[in-house]
């Protein structure tokens, strides 16, 4: 607070008294205000409007990526399990081409034909012979299911096309592969079954060959794609029940918390929201030739961090960027406005400095014209009052009237009395005129207070004047000081109190080449924070009491015109010091002509 009280720029608290067509100029505030606005406009729109475009652009820019990339994943595992499950349905097919009704039915050969497909394939658990009633006549694997009775099951109605139309019905439908089930076996596997059908339509030549597959190699091909985004690979039937287990949605067999999909012969990439309610990016594609429904799901959030990320840094430089072009307006600005400010402010005190010379001068052009009117009529009176006593004294009759002599004295005594106010008022008009002469301290202060006496006197203020004997003449402008006592004594009449006190005192400096001059009053005081601030032009602390502020200035100028320094210090209560330093050498500024009279 301090601070911003310190270096707070003065048209903040000018208040604006301008009048006329050209008001608005001189209303600082309202001009600071308007050069901040349009800076900032003019350098802040551009660099948002550039912010927002590049934001939105490279958001969607990710966005698509995103999709993009999700597509491209779904569409790869898409192929890889599409190639795992047809070569899977292919060396099947191969097998029940290669053999022989009576092989197939052979328990050793159909051992066999188990072991060479685990050592070529792996991931086979079991493999057995349907016959056309749906039991299974040839069995080889880890169970006992020999004799088991399929003629019930999903993926054995499927094949069993004894009603298609035609022969190439029938070829199309001579495969099929079931969705994840727990068997008899009770363990998590799919079917893989391949028909074996007489083109002569001859029932009981119509055999399945069957193998069971476990979804470990599956879970595995899943696991291994690269999904980003704390994603989840996995798959669906489309019924919405998980066929391999998933990360964030539940194990195998489990319903699945999230809308099915709607079919589509291509790979699909959707923005949606899971369970909990969090953004997603969804990928899937139905397997063509299965009951399944690749899925990729993708946190959105987590996809979208290192754009956030990005950003955050993009918006940390940008909010620093508009600090600092905040900064360098508001600076450039104040300053610039501050500066015209002070201009207009010195012009004002020009202004008034002049018009108060001129005012000081045509006081001292009145007072001589008063003083040469005054002086002739005096000049009778005491010249008549002188006849009449000398008139008297000769005469007999009234050489012993002491009381009509004692009138005679009276008006000659008021006669001189005049004849001394009308020479303090020449003395005072020569003075005004700007002068080097060598002066008195002591009789230009009598000179001063000569004119305060009265004032003095109505109010009851003690007047002290110490002026050491030891202070020579020296050499200064007599009307420059005169003006200054008098705006420094009017200033402490004005401090003080009915009955106050004003101590004026005068000694040499310490190094014999100056005079120090202090004008000591018991008044109000003046602040601390208003001291710096005492001789600024139009700064007054009597606002409202007939003060303009200028006093203070003006004297300031006078002391630095005389080579001299003002200084002030004050306590509130207790009153104001002001103390001037003049040198007994007046030394003449750059350019000032040295135009010396003898006094």
Request: net charge neutral.
């Amino acid at each position: 607070m301090n601070f911003f009280k310190r270096y707070k720029p003065g048209f903040l608290d000018h208040q604006n008294q301008a009048t006329g067509l050209y008001k608005s100029l001189f209303n600082f505030r309202l001009l600071w205000r308007q050069s901040i606005g349009i800076t900032l406009v003019v350098a802040l729109l551009p660099l948002l409007v550039l912010a927002l475009v590049d934001y939105r652009i490279s958001k969607q820019a990710m966005e698509s990526e995103i999709l993009l990339r999700t597509a491209r994943l779904v569409s790869n595992a898409r192929r890889t399990l599409t190639s795992y499950l047809d070569e899977r349905k292919f060396a099947l097919n191969f097998l029940i081409l290669d053999n022989t009704y009576d092989q197939l039915f052979d328990e050793q050969r159909l051992t066999q034909l188990l072991d060479n497909l685990k050592n070529g394939l792996g991931d086979w658990s079991e493999l057995g012979v349907i016959d056309h009633s749906g039991v299974q006549r040839n069995y080889a694997g880890p169970h006992p299911l020999k004799d088991m009775d399929y003629s019930g099951q999903d993926w054995y109605k499927n094949l069993n096309y004894s009603d298609a139309d035609s022969y190439h019905d029938r070829v199309a439908m001579r495969s099929n592969i079931s969705e994840v089930f727990l068997g008899f076996r009770n363990t998590p596997h799919l079917v893989i079954s391949v028909l074996h059908s007489n083109p002569f339509g001859l029932d009981w030549l119509h055999y399945i060959l069957r193998a069971s597959l476990d979804i470990d190699r599956i879970v595995t091909i899943l696991s291994q794609l690269e999904v980003s985004g704390e994603g989840d690979a996995f798959l669906i039937n489309q019924k919405g029940i998980l066929q391999t287990p998933s990360r964030h949605y539940g194990g195998v067999l489990e319903k699945l918390p999230l809308v099915v999909p709607p079919f589509s012969d291509h790979t699909q990439v959707i923005e949606s929201s899971d369970h909990l309610g969090h953004p997603v990016v969804i990928g899937y594609a139905f397997i063509t030739g299965t009951p399944f429904i690749l899925m990729v799901v993708k946190q959105k959030q987590q996809l979208m961090k290192p754009w956030y990320d990005t950003g955050a840094q993009i918006l940390i430089f940008l909010i620093g960027s508009i600090v600092v072009i905040l900064a360098v307006v508001i600076g450039i600005s104040t300053y610039l406005v501050n500066s015209i400010y002070q201009a207009d402010q010195k012009r004002v005190a020009t202004l008034h400095q002049v018009e108060y010379a001129n005012k000081m001068a045509s006081i001292g052009r009145l007072s001589a014209g008063v003083a040469h009117e005054i002086n002739n009529p005096l000049a009778i009176i005491n010249e008549k009052a002188g006849l009449i006593k000398d008139l008297f004294t000769f005469r007999q009759e009234y050489q012993g009237d002491t009381r009509l002599i004692g009138l005679i004295d009276s008006i000659i005594s008021a006669v001189d009395r005049c004849a001394t106010i009308t020479r303090q008022l020449l003395n005072f008009a020569r003075n005004i005129q700007v002068s080097l002469q060598k002066v008195s301290l002591k009789q230009i202060v009598a000179d001063v207070l000569e004119f305060q006496t009265k004032e003095a006197g109505y109010r009851s203020l003690t007047i002290e004047v110490d002026i050491a004997e030891e202070i020579p003449e020296f050499v200064s402008d007599r009307g420059k000081l005169q003006q200054v006592f008098i705006n420094l004594v009017n200033n402490a009449f004005a401090a003080m109190e009915d009955g106050g006190t004003l101590k004026i005192t005068g000694r040499m400096g310490p190094n014999g080449k100056t005079v120090l001059i202090t004008v000591r009053d018991n008044g109000c005081g003046i602040p601390q924070e208003n001291i710096k601030k005492i001789f600024e032009p139009f700064f007054t602390t009597k606002s409202g009491k007939g003060g303009t502020g200028l006093g203070l200035s003006i004297t300031y100028g006078l002391v630095k015109e005389i080579g001299g320094e003002i200084d002030i210090e004050s306590t509130i209560g207790k009153g104001t010091t002001f103390t001037i330093t003049l040198p007994l050498e007046y030394q003449a500024a750059k350019g000032e002509t040295d135009a010396r009279t003898t006094g």
